[in-house]
């Protein structure tokens, strides 16, 4: 292998592990063909896919309180009050979405909740109690591409009835 290869596979490896990377977009397809069989086959596949949708979005905001949950309790100096708080908030914001019939209302919390821990998670990070940045690498443009499946899917609600 040239020194250039090598340079390029150990730097690409310390800012984004190749297995993350992998594992996280391989767990967001489902959710963007379900996304895609929304518009493509309403009639008959679109009901499930949105129940899938919205299961998928609940369990996943539940998955970014425990990220948020294991960063501060593996802290050198031991997890704050504010951080594991901040570890629990997100199980409470997807709660609703388990437990509510109206699917508006729970795409809706959706949508707004992504963006918002992924932009409190870039505000952590930055003040240095947050993910290693490889994590935000990963994570910022999977939430973007998240965000937008939801919101199409329920674009596709609105305007189908």
């Known amino acids: 292998m040239t020194h250039i290869a090598e340079r390029t596979l ?19 397809l489902p959710l963007i063909i379900a996304a895609l069989l ?8 679109g ?5 899938f949708m919205l299961v998928y979005g609940g369990v996943l905001i539940a998955f970014f309180g425990g990220v948020r949950w294991g960063i501060t309790v593996m802290r050198p100096d ?15 914001i997807a709660m ?3 437990f509510l019939d109206n699917p508006n209302i729970r795409f809706l919390i959706i949508i707004t909740a992504l963006p918002i821990l992924l932009w409190d998670d870039l505000r952590a990070t930055k003040r240095g ?11 910022a443009p999977l939430t973007i591409l998240m965000t937008l499946s939801f919101a ?7 305007i189908g009835g």
Do not use: C, E, H, K
């Open 10 to 28: 150990t730097t690409q490896s310390q800012d984004l592990p190749q297995s993350a990377a992998v594992l996280a977009y391989a767990g967001a």
């Open 38 to 45: 929304v518009w493509l086959r309403p009639s008959d596949l």
């Open 47 to 51: 009901a499930n896919a949105i129940g």
């Open 78 to 92: 031991g997890p704050s009050f504010a951080g594991l708080l901040g570890g629990i908030v997100p199980l409470l």
């Open 96 to 98: 609703p979405i388990f």
């Open 129 to 139: 109690s947050g993910a290693p940045d490889w994590y935000l690498g990963v994570r």
């Open 152 to 158: 199409l899917a329920y674009m596709q609600i609105l």
